[in-house]
Structure formats: C-alpha cells, structure tokens
C-alpha cells in the first residue's frame, strides 16, 4: 500500500517509442486515397475560383481576361439563376422528402411475413438500378406521353384527357421520375433499419400497453431516425446533382422553368461557351452547398456518433 | 392482483411439429410466486410469453382473474414483463422508460413522474432518472426493467431469466430483492429461470418442465423431497441425485456385486424385477474401505474430491463397476482423498424409486 | 398435487393433432399484402411495359389505348444492335469494371487506416471525404473540361476511368470502413501474437472477415459507374461514349419510335438491373454502410 503513494500521484501516458515513425507508417494506406481525392476533386476548384474571375468565351478565342467580380454581379443579378436556384431547392427537397415518405411506407409493408416478400422486394428495388438516362427515357416516352402514354390511359377513366404532362407540369414530371428510382433506395435503408430492430423492445412496448401506433411513434420511430437521416443525406446529396432527367425530359424548358443549376451551369458552359460565367455560378452553388452541407454532416455526424456510443 | 389458470394450454410454433408447450395444467394462486423451470428448450419462455400474449394460445385456454386470454392482446392483460436483455427503450431516459407503460395508459403526467419517483426510490435508481439506458451498468438495467414493471401495478409479473445478465454476486443480492418485492407488493408473479438455486429460493411453488410438458408443480422442499419421476429427481438438487437402475434382489437391490439393503416399507413398492434407485449425495453414509467390509454397503473408490469448505463432495466409481459413479455430500475436511476406498451405506429411510420404463415415481 | 399431468383424466383433445390456431381478424393483414404487391407491381411495371414494349413491332407500340396482346419480335433489338452499340457497351463496360477496381484499391487500405489502426484526425479525413461528395459535380466541369482537352484526354476512356473512380471513392472507403469496424480487434491481435506480419495479418485475417464488404462495395460502385451520364456525355463522342450515351444519340438518330427506344433502353439497363437482383442484400448492406449485418 505505501509503495503506491511514494509514486508521483499523476499517471501519464507513455510515448511509444517512435511514435512518428510508426503514425506515418498507419497513415500511409490512406494517402493514395487522399491525394487522388485532392488532386480530382479539390485541385478543379481552384481552376473553377481562377476561370471565374475571367471573362472568357470559347467562341471567340483568345478572349480570356481578368474582369475581377464582373461575372458574380452578373450571377446575381441574373433573375433566372435565381429562378434555377429555386427550382433547384424545390426539385432536390421535394423529390427527397416524397421519396422518403414512400420510401418508408413501403418498407413498413415489406416489414412483414407474407407470400412473396422477396419478390415484391425484388420489384420494388428495380427502378433504382435503372440508368436514370433510361428511366427517364422511360418516363418521358412510355408513360408521360400525351396520346400513347401509360398515365394519360390510367387517368382516362377520370376524364384526363390528353394532358401533355411534361409540357404543362415540366418540374413536377421531373420530380415523379425522381422520387420513382429514389423511392426504392429509401424504402431498402429504413427497410434496413427496421429488421435491425430488437424484437424484445418491440414485444416490451406491446406488454406497456402501447397499441400499433404508439409503438411506430415512440418506439420504432426514434430507432429508425439514423437511418432517416442517412437516407435524407445521401439522396440530397444525389439528386441535388440531378442532370439526367432534366436533359433527357425536359432540356430545362420551357425557358429555365424546369432547369436546375447543374443543368443551367451546362447550358452556359456547353452551349453558350461562357466560361467564366458559369465558373462563377459554379462557386456560388459550392459556396451555398458547403453552407447547407456543414449542415447536414453534422447531421451524419452525430448519427454516426451516437451509432458508435 | 389475479390468479393465473394455464388449462391445457398449448402451442406449436410450426404445424406438425412438436409442441413447444404441450397441454400445460397450472393454478397459480392470487399473490403466488410461481417459477418455471427446465433445461434449455423445454418451453419455460414459450409459456411464459403466452401468458404475456406475445405467442399465441394454439390450443387450450390461459385465464388471468378468471377471464379467457385467448385472442386477448397483451397490452389489455394487465400484466408486466421483465425481459432477459431487460428491452430498455434506448432513446429515452431512465424516467421515460419506466413512467412509458403509465403513458401508454393515459395517466396523467403528475401521476407518472409520483410513481416514476416512487419505483426509483425503492430501486435506488433516483440519480439515474435522466440518463439513458446506455449509460447504465448491467445491474442498474435490470433495475429500470424491474420499475417499469412495477410503476404500473399490474395484475401479474412476468420475468424471464431477468438475471441471467447479471454477476454472480449481484445475481444472488437481486434474487432476494425481487423475492422481498414481491412478497411486499402481492403481485402474482410468475418467474422463469434454467437455475434451480433461483427456482427453490424464490417460488412459492415451482413448476418443471421438460420437452414442453409439466412435469411437477410442487413447493419447492416437495420437489426436492419427493420428486414425481426420475427426471425432476436428477435435474432438482446439485449435485444432481444418484441414480441406478438394478436388478431386484430378496432383500433390497444389487449393486454390481454387493447387495444394497432396503427398507422393508420401500421394499414393498417395488413391483417389476429391475428398479430405478435414486439417492442423493447426502443420503450416503461414508465409512472407511479397509474397517468394514460390512454387508450392505457399497465399495466404491474416490476419484475427486471437491472441498468446498462447509461439505465436501466425494466423486467416486463403483469398484465392481468402473462406469458407474457415484457422488456423496460429506463434512467438509473429512481428509479424504484420490484413490481412498470407501464403503457407501444409505442413511435415510427417504430413498427414491422409480419404475425404469415410466421414470415414474413409486 | 404431484405430477399434474396425469390428474387430468385422459383429455378428449388428447388424440388431437395440435397445430397452430388461426383465430381472430386475419382480414387486416391480408388487405396489406394485397396491397404491398398491387404497390410492388405498381412500381416495376413501367419496366415491366419497357420490356414489353421492346418486343413490339413499331406498330403494336403505338396503340391507343396501349395494347397488351401482340406478336413477340426481335427486330428492335436487332435495329439496336446493327446500329452499333457494341462498342458503347464495351465503353461502359471497360470503365466500369476499371474503376471499381481502381476505387477498391484505393478505398481498402484507406478504410482499413482509418477504421482498425485510427490515427488522429481520423473523423476528419472521413468527412473530408464524404464532404468532396457534397459538391455539386456541376461545379468542377468547366476546369475538367478544360484541362482535359489540353492534355488531348478528351474522349479517351481512361478519363472516364479516373472521374468515376474519384466519384465513387468517399462512398466506397465510407463504406469499407464500416466494414472493417465490423472487425473484432482481438483477430488482429491474435494475428499479431500469432507472428503474422501486417500483410499477413492483413490478407489472411482481415480480408476474408471483410471480403463481403468488399463485394457490396464494389456493387455499389458498378452501379452507379455504369449508369454515370454527366461527365461521360461532356467529355466524350464518338470513341470513349459509353452506352447512357448511346441511348441519348440513338434517340437523335433514330427519332422518338417507342418500341426502338425500349429496346435500346432495356440493353442500357439490364447489365445493371441484373446484378442488382442477383446481390440484392449486398446492396443493403452496402447502402446502410454496415448499420446491417
Ligand atoms: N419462434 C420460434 N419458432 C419456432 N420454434 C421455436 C420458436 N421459439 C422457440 N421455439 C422452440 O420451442 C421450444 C421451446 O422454446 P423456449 O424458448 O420456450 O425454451 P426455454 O425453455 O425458454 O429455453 P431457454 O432456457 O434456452 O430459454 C424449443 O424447442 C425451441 O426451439
Ligand atoms: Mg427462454
């Protein structure tokens, strides 16, 4: 007992021997990673932040020149950036939100013992393995079709008539489309979250007194909100990329009325040859992206966290 | 508070597969303390569960205060469970866990948080009221389990293996709290647990079970003392009973060579030519192998000895029968060792017989 | 009251064969499976009818109201076919096997770093990694696009090669390390105690318990490779086009004929779709990043 308190009351740590050494031999396996993520994906912006300060047009060669903000005061005078900004919220929130929802109810359904749950499960995941090219493809032809479409026959018996669909609802048709490949994608996390849940809190709530209802709320419910919120952002972070649809479906018309930003950057890079413009649109976008995304990954974040505790 | 009839209740998880439950008989007596036991499989959960209502009654009814429960959902049964892994919610605190069956039934929040403090009182689980099951030690989680049964007096308890979980020494401390608990608050409780030492401590009576079938409903010293058949004789008691099948013989049995003398009141019941004798390790009386070579006795010689301090434990083999062993209870520091021999005679008149085809007892 | 079990006198239903009660309302939950197969064939018959639809003569696709009877025929595939999309096919196959492989070998060892030998900053190099995901692709094209064209990569496969294989590489090593947390530290160093070298311990402990992961990882990878338009429709033509890009150009050239474009949509898709199906649980492993084992 004595020989303890001759020691200095205070236990440090130990530095392992050499410990710089052996840190960069563990951080070594990461660093092909890392650097290739830097230089693909990190170095472009940098170029982005450099093009956007010039005014520059592919058409008329040699044309670049440094012009300082001109380009943003452009953006953001520019009223249809605004408008595809908006479109561009609406577009991503909606067709996340909605799919969730679905995604959601159809995974409580699957959640149960019948006759063919793996096929109906194999049905149900098929629109998310689709090429998104293909499906909306699919969407615009085979199903939206004002004379030979799917949906206008579904709806005839209700007096729809020949509704031109993409025509007269261009953002909505894109949004059916979009919540139709990521629904299945939601439906398989929460589907995932639900069989991971303990039978024995599910059966310790029934004997409580909770009726169905009260088990999905109060217990199934909070169990379930990991995999929400990874559902949530792993789809934003998706479709707010959403480029497919948009050009095979609507080419973001009429006007920019269906156009998103990364569908309008394009226009003013691949068709009007605007460098410098679109550039700056480009930083802007990352700007309020790394705004919304500090957000969300504090988001995962705490997920992750908590899934660790 | 309510008794608990089980009249042949039965249940099979697959069609034509074997009962899990097969055709249970139990009254349990209203503020009675029944434990279910049996070895692993034997349907202890099973039945306990279609009390709770959480597996279907196939066949047969369960009556709880008198009224039918076949079709009843658990949640208007009126009863509480405390679950192995305890089935804490994760995402609510300790006082939201145990004040939830109370909210499930509309009382109102004044009342939840007095009861809530109530159960936490006697559970010593005040200081942890905020904190989430996660940060809670494994004894402490079987404690919020056991208030949020008890927050909402119910008319039965339930707890399957609830310590199971826990170590040895909380295991011990525990049993007797849940034991005193019940006794104070006069719940029907019924208990199941694989450990007998649990089952004979705790229950007013204890139901065994083995391949889903009763096999006695007894108070524990009954069970112990006069067990119904072979296989309640060799599971209740550790170490378990002795038991041999024998050939009859004019004066009692024969044990390989030497002739086991019985009472001529025990004598009597024995009808066939071959019998199951059963005799528990203390029922042995020891002498020494060289002093005498008395008639009656049984030369047997030691293998282990196991000294626990109190007693002692004698595993032995039969000299004319090497594969037949045999366990005896003696004093503690009796210095016997490995390789002693020694003469076992019956002591007591309480022998066990049982016929060898049935397991029934004589 | 010993041995109840025989106090009963040898019950009537003692003969009878127990079996499981089918009592009470079973109405409720069949309406629910109906209903999740009515919402399951809702779902996958726009396919459904894509498929059909290909094995239609022009004619029988372009009724009103939609006809389900016809004549099978193959001629739209084979329109499909003769107008060329071997080489996409090959294209798209070429980078995405290519970059599956070119992301496992980059996102194991780093998964492994981060998830069973952390160092400091570890969460930071994972959301550093997620967060690349975060920007929009859209943002990063203009420089792509021009960088490219000045090393004269444009319309080379291999560009397409190394795009995809950044694009899918934060998921993947996300992914992979979820896969690795699944490792008990104690296999590890009982690999080390054992004298296995790093490698070693690596190849003959670590691998085989992760190897599941690593087939759900690549999965995911292949799927979103092989579907990938964006960059693939701006940085290539005719050479390096991969098949998503076929199908937007046989549309130009072959005009809006439904059952062709069926056909040449349902060749886009069913590489994809299949594998899809065939590793189904791999794919929810994958996506819940090892919340399911
Ligand atoms: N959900 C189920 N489906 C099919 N069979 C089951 C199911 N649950 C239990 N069984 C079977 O029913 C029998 C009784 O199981 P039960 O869980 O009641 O045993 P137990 O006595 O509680 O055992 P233990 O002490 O191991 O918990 C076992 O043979 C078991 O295999
Ligand atoms: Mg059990």
């Known amino acids: 007992m004595t020989v303890t308190e001759q020691r200095p009351a205070e236990i440090v740590p130990r530095q392992p021997a050499s410990a710089g050494r052996e840190g960069w031999i563990r951080r070594a396996p990461l660093l092909p990673a890392l650097i290739f993520t830097i230089i693909v994906t990190q170095l472009p912006f940098l170029f982005t932040i450099y093009y956007s300060l010039q005014s520059w047009n592919l058409v008329r ?28 919220v609406v577009l991503t929130a909606g067709a996340v939100l909605i799919s969730m929802v679905l995604g959601l109810a159809f995974a409580l359904l699957l959640d149960r013992q019948f006759r063919g749950r793996g096929f109906v499960r194999t049905l149900l995941i098929t629109p998310f393995l689709i090429t998104p090219v293909a499906a909306a493809l699919l969407w615009k032809t085979v199903l939206f079709d004002p004379t030979y479409g799917l949906i206008n026959f579904v709806l005839s018996p209700f007096g729809a008539g020949q509704t031109d669909w993409i025509s007269a609802f261009p953002l909505t048709s894109v949004m059916v489309a979009l919540v139709w490949q990521w629904t299945p994608f939601m439906m398989l996390l929460t589907l995932a979250g639900l069989q991971s849940q303990p039978h024995d809190v599910l059966e310790a709530a029934r004997v409580d007194g909770a009726g169905s209802f009260a088990i999905f709320r109060e217990v199934t419910l909070p169990h379930l909100r990991r995999f929400i919120e990874l559902g949530i952002v792993l789809g934003a972070i998706y479709l707010v990329n959403t480029f497919d649809a948009i050009y095979m479906m609507t080419q973001g018309g009429p006007g920019t009325a269906s156009a998103n930003l990364p569908f309008y950057i394009y226009q003013r890079a691949f068709l009007g040859f605007d460098i410098g413009q679109s550039a700056a649109m480009g930083v802007v976008v990352v700007i309020a992206t790394i705004i919304v995304s500090t957000f969300a990954l504090r988001l995962i974040f705490r997920s992750f966290q908590t899934e660790e505790g | 508070m309510a008794d608990v009839v089980f009249d042949q209740a039965s249940r099979v ?74 089935a804490l919610y994760p995402n609510k605190t300790v006082g939201d866990n145990m004040a939830f069956p109370l909210k499930m039934r509309g009382v109102d929040k004044a009342t939840q948080q007095e009861k809530v403090r109530a159960a936490a009182d006697i559970l010593g689980l005040t200081d942890y009221l905020d904190r989430k099951p996660k940060a809670l030690s494994g004894g402490q989680r079987q404690r919020v389990a056991m208030g949020r049964a008890i927050v909402r007096e119910p008319q039965v308890f339930l707890m399957d293996e609830p310590l199971s979980n826990l170590d040895a020494k909380m295991r011990v401390s525990t049993r007797t709290e849940i034991a005193a608990m019940q006794r104070r608050l006069g719940v029907t409780t019924v208990y199941v647990t694989h450990d007998q030492v649990e089952a004979m401590t705790m229950g007013d009576r204890v139901a065994l079970l083995a391949d889903g079938k009763l096999q006695q409903f007894d108070t524990p010293a009954d069970l112990y003392d006069k067990p119904a058949n072979a296989f309640v004789a060799g599971f209740i008691g550790s170490p378990a009973m002795n038991l041999f099948t024998l050939p009859v013989s004019a004066e009692g049995v024969r044990i390989g060579s030497s002739e086991l003398r019985l009472p001529r009141e025990v004598q009597s019941r024995i009808s066939g030519d071959r019998v199951t004798l059963g005799i528990r390790p203390e029922q042995w009386g020891v002498a020494n192998g060289d002093g005498g070579a008395s008639a009656g006795g049984v030369k047997a010689q030691v293998d282990v000895v196991e000294e626990l301090g109190s007693d002692a434990y004698l595993y032995a083999h039969l000299d004319d029968d090497a594969q037949t062993a045999v366990v005896v209870r003696t004093a503690g520091r009796s210095g016997a060792r490995r390789g002693d021999q020694i003469v076992l005679t019956p002591t007591s008149d309480e022998l066990h017989l049982f016929d060898p085809e049935s397991g029934d007892r004589l | 009251m010993a041995a109840p079990t025989t106090e009963r006198p040898a019950s009537t239903g003692d003969t009878r064969e127990l079996a499981p009660a089918r009592r009470g309302n079973r109405a409720g939950p069949a309406l629910l499976t109906v209903l999740t197969w009515i919402v399951g064939i809702g779902f996958f018959f726009p396919i459904l009818w894509m498929v059909l639809t290909a094995f239609k003569k022009e004619a029988d696709a372009y009724t009103s109201p939609p006809s389900l009877f016809f004549t099978p025929t193959l001629e739209q595939f084979e329109t499909v076919f003769s107008s060329g999309i071997g080489p996409y096919l090959l294209n798209s196959l070429f980078a995405t096997v290519m970059s599956t492989v070119f992301v496992l070998l980059l996102a194991v060892p780093a998964a492994y770093a981060v998830s069973l030998r952390p160092v400091k900053k570890t969460q930071d190099v994972l959301f550093f990694f997620i967060s ?23 319309d080379n496969i291999w560009t397409l090669v190394v795009l995809y294989t950044a694009m899918n590489l934060p998921i993947a090593v996300w992914m992979m390390r979820s896969f690795f947390q699944e490792v008990p530290k104690e296999l590890l160093e009982a690999a080390s105690m054992d004298g296995a070298s790093l490698w070693r311990s690596m ?91």
């Open chain 1, 61 to 88: 060669p040699g044309s670049a020149q440094f012009v300082g903000l001109d380009n943003y005061v452009k953006v953001f005078t520019d009223s249809q950036f605004r408008g595809v900004a908006v479109n561009t």
């Open chain 2, 13 to 86: 998880y697959t069609a034509g597969a074997k009962p899990a439950v097969n055709r249970l008989d139990l009254e349990i007596a209203e503020g009675e303390f029944v434990v279910l036991v049996g070895p692993s499989g034997s349907g202890k959960s099973t039945a306990l569960r279609m009390l709770a209502g959480l597996e279907e009654i196939d066949d047969g009814e369960i009556r709880i205060g008198g009224r039918n429960m076949v079709g009843v959902p658990s949640r208007d049964r009126d009863i509480a469970m405390v679950f192995q892994n305890y």
């Open chain 3, 132 to 154: 690349t995901k975060m920007l929009p692709v859209v943002a990063a094209i203009v420089p792509i696009y021009v960088v490219v064209n000045n090393i004269g990569m444009l």
């Open chain 3, 203 to 293: 190849r003959e402990v670590v691998l085989p318990v992760v190897s599941p992961g690593i087939a759900a990882t690549s999965l995911i990878c292949v799927i979103f490779a092989w579907n990938e338009f964006f960059f693939a429709v701006n940085l290539t033509a005719a050479t390096a086009a991969t098949v998503p890009v076929f199908l937007v150009g046989f549309i130009t050239s072959e005009g809006l004929y439904f059952a062709k474009l069926c056909a040449a949509a349902t060749m886009c898709a069913l590489p994809v779709v299949v594998a899809g199906w065939i590793a189904q649980n791999k794919l929810v492993q994958g996506l819940s990043f090892g919340a399911v084992k």
